[in-house]
């Protein structure tokens, strides 16, 4: 079945380094992987679209890669602030209806 | 612009009640909603695809029985959680996808606030 893992455990970073946050998945071909933003008692706000035929997007300090043979992509944070912290989500897509997978995220702390 | 939203945002019911919750894309038409539910420390899950003027689909282990969908216009969905238990507790998320006509993509879609279900 279609799975989809991202850091298990909670990410604690100092302030002003970079954080990156990864996400595997197996048995899925997506044609598209979008990360999000939640935080607690919100629902996900969209920060980048990577589709299956690009190895990298940048958006100000968001970096996304995508790598399709290793089934992965990563997401950093350059300068991190503590505002930053937050719980990520990645996401995979297909051009069939727009039905989402979501992986369970990753809790990012910043510390000032 | 593209703004999603959902009422109520939180909602404390009694087991065996029905509970009907909104979702409103309040400045684009949306021919496609979905639902998801979220339990705490997991992943959000899809539960149904709401075409406007049709019935829903339903994910695989969704029953469309408990979990009623109705997409009766372009800017408003409602899930209705029907004789609610205290399993069915959880983070309901909608979100909408903007129709083709206006500019929609297929990997497009606005998530609303959530709304925090408890049943007692």
């Known amino acids: 079945s279609q799975k989809i893992e991202q850091n298990s455990e909670a990410l604690n970073i100092q302030e002003g380094k970079t954080a990156t946050l990864t996400c595997n998945y197996t048995n899925y071909s997506p044609a598209y992987l979008q990360w999000y933003r939640q935080d607690p008692g919100r629902g996900p706000v969209f920060l980048l679209l990577?589709?299956?035929?690009?190895k990298e997007k940048r958006k100000e300090r968001l970096k996304v890669t995508f790598d399709t043979t290793l089934k992965q992509s990563l997401f950093h944070i350059t300068a991190s602030q503590p505002a930053d912290s937050a719980t990520y989500l990645c996401a995979l897509g297909n051009n069939q209806g727009g039905k989402l997978i979501f992986g369970q995220g990753t809790e990012l702390s910043v510390k000032p | 612009g593209a703004v999603v939203s959902q009422h109520p945002s939180w909602v404390i019911c009694k087991s065996g009640t029905s509970v009907k919750i909104e979702c409103r894309s309040l400045?684009?038409?949306?021919?496609?909603m979905f639902w998801y539910r979220q339990f705490p420390k997991q992943s959000l899950m899809l539960m149904a695809t709401?075409?406007?003027?049709?019935?829903?689909?339903?994910e695989q282990g969704v029953e469309k029985d408990k979990f009623l969908i109705n997409h009766a216009s372009l800017t408003l969905s409602t899930l209705t959680v029907t004789s609610a238990h205290p399993e069915d507790s959880s983070f309901y998320i909608c979100s909408a996808r903007p129709g083709l006509a206006v500019g929609g993509t297929a990997d497009t879609q606005y998530f609303g606030p959530g709304t925090r279900l408890t049943v007692l």
């Open positions: 400045d684009f038409q949306a021919t496609t």
């Open positions: 709401s075409n406007e003027g049709s019935k829903a689909t339903y």
């Open positions: 990577i589709r299956e035929n690009e």
